[in-house]
């Protein structure tokens, strides 16, 4: 029997973020292995025109909670959505809602965040520091609450090469931070940011960190633990390998390699390229619930959840065998055939970015224009190469992150426990984990189907020989002007021809001979 399992029987758990990537499998994992839990209060805002309601009903309707409904058909009962607004001060909660959620409450796992690397500094602040002071403050009025589980990022020190599992100081007090934001306008807050967040590289990080500081500072008595991930990906096992849902992260760059979009990226091939998956994540934080709750360690402790110190892999090794997908699971209708290049140097990279992204969407556009339609190439390329730009700090560089905590907590799980709720990223195979990672953003984010495979590499094929001929043709005409202009390309070109013609001359000569 699972220790872990039986820990969150017949609790009351707290999820803030549960609309979100993390939340979504959290919750997919708690219910799956631990039906009898009693409830699950999540904590969630109406969102795009949708009504709490309508927001459950379609994550508990969608693929990941397949398997939930099998092992736990009641599971709309045990989930009980709140209303809140995290960017609002108390949460905008009802006065009887917050009653229920201080009296039941056992267990919190507080995901919500802007994870927007361009936030603006007042709306990062509010969610990831003030929000989580809130929650802490909340926390420490409930009487039954066993653990509270904070989810930072394994980036928030991420001005440090070495990164150790304890909370780092903040150049600046966050509740100096916090105060100042009540009293400055946005336009100053704005033009501060950049002073105040120092060698933070966006606003996202700098305030996870400030957020972990505060978890430190407003801990009180309560039995606290941070879990830091490095880059969450697709989910390597569980319920099913290569689920994913959002394009953050790599997954939007995935996309756009595979449609042919973006063919080169300034990235350091030998960079430890930090992934890890989902799954892998959410079976940390049910473990990291468990042994706060049940050992309730002196002091708050940090797990990170990387992959890099315990199965490095880089992103030449990734960016191959994603290409290498790609031609084995092609996407379909790709402006052109994937194709891809790292390089960490400037030059280089405005080259490719000139002649690979922003000639052939200008040539597209001007195609549109002919044909009568809207021009939308450029537009869209500008997107993807901000979205790589914002994302390239990450891809450029490496961290050492240890990683005693987590495998310590490993040790201390049964035997049972370590297969329910593996978080040992050493038996990943990563050539594995990538093919159905590529597969899964085909499937669960594109929602192309399978059977359109033979088509798409076909399409392939005819942009191929497109490109061969606008290659073969481009050549032609460049050297047509050269001959018409220059002398130097005429005496090349008389060289290059009557070298032809002897040498056809010769051999016809030699072949007439024999016979
Ligand atoms: C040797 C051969 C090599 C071959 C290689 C080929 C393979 C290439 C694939 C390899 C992948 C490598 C990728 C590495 C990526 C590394 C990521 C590192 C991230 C580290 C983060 C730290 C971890 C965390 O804690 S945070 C969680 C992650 N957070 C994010 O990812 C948020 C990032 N996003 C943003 O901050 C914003 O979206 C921003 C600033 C990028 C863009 O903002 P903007 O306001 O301009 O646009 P949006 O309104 O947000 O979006 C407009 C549009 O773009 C789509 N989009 C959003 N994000 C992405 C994305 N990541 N990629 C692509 N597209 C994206 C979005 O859906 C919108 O589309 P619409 O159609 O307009 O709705
Ligand atoms: N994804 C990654 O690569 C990594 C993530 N992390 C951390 O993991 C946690 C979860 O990230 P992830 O699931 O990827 O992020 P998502 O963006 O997918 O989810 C964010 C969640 O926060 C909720 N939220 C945001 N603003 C509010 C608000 N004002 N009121 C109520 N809820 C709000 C969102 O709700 P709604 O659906 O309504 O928008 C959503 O449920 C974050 O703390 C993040 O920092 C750490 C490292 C890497």
Known sequence: MSMIAAFYGGKSILITGATGFLGKVLMEKLFRTSPDLKVIYILVRPKAGQTLQQRVFQILNSKLFEKVKEVCPNVHEKIRAIYADLSQNDFGISKEDMQELLSCTNVIFHCAATVRFDDTLRHAVQLNVTATRQLLLMASQMPKLEAFIHISTAYSNCNLKHIDEVIYPCPVEPKKIIDSLEWLDDAIIEEIAPKLIRDWPNIYTYTKALGEMVVQQESRNLNIAIIRPSIVGATWQEPFPGWVDNVNGPNGLIIAAGKGFLRALKATPKAVADLI???????????????????????????????????????????????????????????????????????????????????????????????????????LMNQILRTASMLEYFINRSWEWSTYNTEMLMSELSPEDQRVFNFDVRQLNWLEYIENYVLGVKKYLLKEDMAGIPEAKQHLKRLRNIHYLFNTALFLIVWRLLIARSQMARNVWFFIVSFCYKFLSYFRASSTLKV
């Not at 959410?282 to 110190?309: D, F, Q």
């Open 277 to 379: 998956p989902v799954d892998t994540v959410v079976n940390l934080m049910l473990a990291v619930g468990w042994y706060t709750a049940v050992h309730r360690p002196k002091s708050t402790l940090v797990y990170h959840s990387t992959s890099g110190n315990l199965n490095p892999c880089n992103w030449h090794k990734m960016g191959v065998q994603v290409l290498a997908t790609f031609e084995k699971i092609p996407f379909e209708r790709a402006f052109r055939r994937p194709y891809a290049n790292f390089t960490s140097n400037n030059f280089t990279s405005q080259y490719w970015n000139a002649v690979s992204h922003r000639a052939p969407a200008i040539i597209y556009d001007c195609y549109l224009r002919l044909t009568g339609r809207k021009p939308r190439m450029t537009k």
